[in-house]
């Protein structure tokens, strides 16, 4: 009884996501159930508005309708839509965080919790982040207050090959497939430098060194190639095909250019390393995560089209961070590459964009003049692009998902705040309105429910 | 010409030349936020002799003898103090041979004396300072590593220390002793809270016994006690109250449990972490605690912080509570120059602009008992100073000038070295030939 009645449950939600076109293999397991919020047509009148394509609107309307970017413009004539003053507000399209562990590393921080890092083997391209996601992890939430709309769970950098990355829209759900972004490819997190070597090579096992590292990850790209190619054999009645690897067919989503490569990399000479054995083996790196020494390498990574996803400042914590400099994403920038501020925290989620404003500030002093419209992209535009997603979010463009946060000001001053977040149109978060916002199971009972995680 | 200028800073930041011939230096034309009685002050003068703050005003005339500097337009405030962090006591947080802000022996714990370890020419402090640091606490931690953790619920004693290139780096030894309760205390103490407290006790009942008695215990006629000869010594001015316990704590109910037998024991109190102090606000407030907090931690970390939230600063301030800025997570020493950011998210969470400066400078002075030398700029004081373009606490604000104990020291460091570098893209040699 109990049974059936779930199914038809599910059932009614593949009938609406079919109804509404979205483009979504709904009937695919652990595909996207995600289904936006009601949202009705709102219009944001008379803001400052950076798009992340690189412009600044000033006295602008934004209007949202059926989820989407309906207009952009002066004086939009939108009768019987919800309309707010906006004259004292920048508009930004949703922050988008390519790094992050929310739901992997939930808080609490405690062991129960920590199932980001599945580091029994080198490799485990097998293991996919999504299914360890706790929608109930207080993190979205206050990610959420700080504009993020859309992000990238990673597994932990443990592994020369951690596993499935998945992205997600902001948005309370039961089950991760609730909060998947429709349509969003996979991506792979691979960790170059100290942590899968201290692990394992300080167990004896290997890799032990760097150079064990790269053994790992050709050996690794070998395997893959190898049942990629039986797989196609056997497409093609030559021979019989293998028994299905879930690890090895995550690697040939890579090599396929389904799933993009997500590396976390410190190190300048091992970002070069790591394009090299990309070009031995034909696929592409969308991004390196961490990569304080991007800046050494900018060129390199404008030439092979890799973005460099970047702290701000940190630096220092182990050797190969110690080369951090504050300029990193604008040399980036300045190179043509493709910079990306994002946080690897649940406390930096929160405010990408302060860690933008300290890029800035540091970047005038040596003349390289990053204005806000410059700048957002690194938190919009950019990680759009390096998830594979820009086609539907990271800028406001007329047709795309209305994923817009709404500052109390310029979002570049420590002294400015989100008022308001919508998800495809969907009013999410609304500062003034606490009452109507989300609170995770755990928060229950908390301060977050009256203010703290606001 | 410029590749020249360069290298002579770089010698320079490596030497750490010993201080220059004594000067007379005036700053003109700025917007002081003194700290101090005089409040903020437009269109100032300042001087300062030798290291020491000698006038501050608005109708002041430089004497003839200054070199003066015009800073028209500008910001002036004290120099920042950077009340919690691990400065000068680590290079490389991961690299365990750089770290010496903890040991795993039992021989010792509230004797562990980390001054002893502080290098004064660190590059980390180099990069703190050139984001307007003049001041820090350094100060032990506990080993957590389970294997060789040694069960001792006190770290030992932090200091406070001047990132300048004056000879008296080490400006107060001893200002506080680390003690761990909460979850860390239950982890030093082999598994519950409830032991840190007993071993809190045991060490200052021990500590009292001790003073009452040093004769006989060097005719070796008194009991056995719970820490050594050492530790008990260092606690003296702790029982005194003249030395504050520096507590490691987040819970509510730990916060009472500490200010309770801190009440009982005539000791001063000064918390760090305090996710959970704004619940007690007023507590702290009528036992004159203060609290290092981290401004913007609002989620529940832990089952110590289920209350975090980022009004935190503003309710504690409100109720009278001296508050700074601080996290104890060794890799925010590396970037303790973000102090500045703590506070302008205080500000943007309720905490009045001018408390939030307070907070990065007299209060924490205050807190340490240093604030009759630093902290503000008041005629008397060593002369400790930021001049500002913008609004400090705004992140896209860097400081022109700092000068510490009336030195302008070197805003390069090996981040600033490495940035020029890499900003000549185009160069016919490898970037090694760029320095």
Excluded at chain 1, 395 to 421: H, I, Q
Excluded at chain 2, 220 to 238: F, H, K, M, N, T
Excluded at chain 2, 334 to 342: E, F, K
């Amino acid at each position: 009884m109990k049974r059936i009645l779930v199914s038809c449950v599910i059932f009614q939600l593949v009938t609406i996501a079919c109804d509404t076109g979205a483009d979504v293999e709904t009937t695919t397991a652990y595909a996207s159930r995600y289904k936006p919020l009601a949202s009705g047509v709102t219009l944001l009148q008379g803001a400052t508005v950076l798009t992340g394509t690189g412009e600044r609107l000033d006295n602008t309307d934004i209007l949202m309708r059926d989820g989407r970017i309906a207009a952009i413009g002066s004086n939009i004539d939108a009768a019987g839509a919800s309309t707010i003053n906006a004259s004292e507000m920048w508009v930004t399209p949703g922050v988008i965080d390519v790094h992050s562990h929310l739901g992997v590393y939930a808080s609490p921080g405690v062991a129960a919790h920590s199932d980001g890092n599945e580091m029994s083997t080198p490799v485990t391209a097998e293991v996919w982040a999504e299914h360890a996601v706790w929608p109930q992890d207080p993190g979205f939430v206050t990610a959420l207050a700080g504009g993020v709309t859309t992000m990238q769970i990673l597994p932990g950098s443990g592994n020369l090959i951690g596993g499935r990355g998945v992205t997600l829209k902001n948005v309370p759900g039961r089950n991760v497939m609730e909060m998947k972004f429709p349509g969003a490819p996979y991506g792979l997190k691979m960790a170059c430098g100290e942590n899968p070597k201290r692990f394992y090579g300080g167990q004896g096992l290997s890799p032990m060194t760097r150079m064990g590292n790269v053994a790992g990850y050709r050996t690794a790209w070998i395997e893959a190639e190898d049942y990629r190619d039986k797989m196609k054999a056997a497409e093609n009645g030559k021979g019989e095909a293998p028994m299905r690897d879930l690890r090895l067919e995550t690697l040939v989503g890579v090599l396929n250019g389904e799933i993009l490569v997500h590396n976390h990399c410190y190190r300048a000479d091992e970002m070069a390393v790591m394009i090299e054995i990309s070009k031995e083996f034909g696929y592409s790196i969308s991004t390196f995560h961490h990569a304080v020494e991007a800046y050494k390498v900018a060129d390199l990574l404008a030439a092979n089209n890799t973005c460099a996803a970047v702290w701000a400042d940190w630096w220092g914590f182990k050797m190969e961070a110690y080369d951090g400099i504050r300029e990193n994403a604008a040399l980036v920038d300045r190179a043509g590459a493709c910079a990306i501020i994002h946080s690897d925290s649940e406390i930096g989620m929160q405010r990408l964009n302060q860690e933008a404003a300290k890029v800035m500030g540091a970047a005038g002093r040596v003349d390289i003049d990053i204005p806000p419209e410059r700048a957002i992209r690194w938190l919009t535009r950019n990680p759009a692009s390096a998830l594979g997603i820009l086609e539907h979010t990271g800028t406001l463009e007329v047709g795309k998902m209305a994923d817009v946060a709404v500052w109390n000001g310029n979002p570049f001053s420590v002294y400015t705040k989100v008022d308001r977040v919508f998800i495809d149109g969907a009013l999410i978060y609304d500062r003034n309105d606490p009452s109507a916002n989300p609170v995770t199971d755990f928060s229950l009972g908390t301060a977050a429910v009256s203010g703290g995680a606001q | 010409m410029k590749r020249t200028a360069y290298m002579a800073s770089a010698l320079l930041l490596i030497t750490l030349t010993p201080l220059a011939t004594a000067e007379t230096i005036a700053y003109t034309g700025a917007i002081v936020h003194t700290m101090g009685p005089a409040g903020t002050i437009e269109n100032a003068t300042i001087v300062i002799r030798n290291d020491r703050f000698e006038a501050v005003g608005g109708n002041l005339s430089p004497p003839g003898d200054a070199r003066v500097i015009d800073v028209t337009g500008k910001i002036i405030t004290p120099g920042l103090f950077s009340p919690m962090g691990q400065m000068g006591l680590t290079e490389v947080s991961g690299v365990d041979e750089s770290v010496d802000f903890y040991q795993s022996g039992t021989r010792f714990s509230a004797s562990f004396d980390i001054a002893d370890a502080y290098n004064h020419r660190s590059p980390v402090l180099a990069v703190n300072r050139s984001g307007g640091i003049t001041r820090a606490v350094t100060a032990p931690s506990p080993e957590l590593e389970e294997e060789t953790a040694a069960p001792q619920v006190f770290s030992g004693l932090a200091a406070v220390v001047q990132l300048g290139d004056r000879p008296d780096f080490i400006a107060d030894r001893g200002c506080a002793m680390v003690v761990n309760l909460g979850e860390v205390g239950s982890a030093v103490s082999r598994g519950s809270r409830a032991a840190a407290i007993l071993g809190l006790r045991a060490a200052l009942d021990d500590g009292i016994d001790y003073r009452r008695n040093k004769d006989a215990v060097e005719r070796g006629q008194r009991r056995d006690y719970s820490i050594s000869i050492e530790d008990l010594e260092a606690l003296q001015p702790v029982i005194a109250g003249r030395t504050p316990l520096l507590v490691n704590v987040n819970r509510a109910s730990d916060i009472e449990t500490i200010v309770r037998i801190a009440s009982e024991y005539g000791l001063a109190l000064i918390l760090y972490g305090g996710a959970e102090a704004w619940m007690v606000a007023d507590l702290l407030a009528a036992n004159n605690v203060a609290v290092i907090l981290d401004s913007k931690a609002n989620l529940p970390a832990s089952f110590d912080a289920l209350n975090a939230r980022l009004e935190a600063p503003a309710i504690l301030a409100k109720a009278g509570v001296d508050i700074s800025f601080g996290v104890d997570w060794q890799s925010e020493t590396h970037t303790g120059r973000n102090i500045t950011q703590s506070a302008g998210n205080a500000v943007a969470n309720g905490l009045p602009w001018m408390e939030a400066l307070e907070a990065i400078t007299i209060a924490p002075a205050r807190m340490y008992g240093v604030d009759d030398r630093f902290g503000s700029i008041e005629p008397g004081k060593e002369a400790d100073l930021i001049v500002w373009p913008a609004d400090p606490l705004e992140l896209t604000s860097n400081p022109d000038d700092v000068m510490i104990r009336g030195q302008q020291v070197s805003l390069e460091n090996r981040q600033t070295l490495l940035r020029d570098r890499y900003l000549q893209a185009d160069s016919a040699k490898p970037p090694a030939f760029r320095k």
